[in-house]
């Protein structure tokens, strides 16, 4: 069964850390460009993150720049996001997603996804 799964998420005070996982089953990551998503509770899912299959380009949003970093270890067939200077709007169901392209976007084009992983900022 192709499929991507991530981990990692978890309650963690403002101005903490987490490191979410995105590891894939039934393929290789190899070809794929990845994407991080999060949809907050009554907002639309919106791209923070991606990086190109070799790993050589990476992009972020603006309101996670500075604070988030996207690698990837094609070995482990894994993608990692650190999230770091935690803010409570942070807040949401992370998800990974994978395209068969080189270049990564920011926007949905991807055609496979994770089931998520809940990330809760608070004291």
């Known amino acids: 069964q192709l499929q991507l799964v991530e981990s990692g998420g978890g309650l963690v005070q403002p101005g903490g850390s987490l490191r979410l996982s995105c590891a894939a089953s039934g393929f290789t990551l190899d070809y794929y460009a990845i994407g991080w998503f999060r949809q907050a509770p009554g907002k639309a899912r919106e791209g923070i993150s991606c990086?190109?299959?070799?790993?050589?380009?990476?992009a972020y949003v603006d309101s996670v720049k500075g604070r988030f970093t996207i690698s990837r270890d094609n070995a482990k067939n894994t993608v990692y996001l650190q999230m770091d200077s935690l803010k409570p709007e942070d807040t949401a169901i992370y998800y990974c997603?994978?395209?068969?392209?080189?270049?990564?976007?920011?926007?949905?084009?991807?055609?496979?996804w994770g089931q998520g992983t809940q990330v809760t900022v608070s004291s």
């Open positions: 990086i190109s299959s070799s790993g050589g380009s990476t």
């Open positions: 997603a994978a395209r068969r392209f080189a270049l990564c976007v920011l926007s949905e084009e991807y055609g496979r």
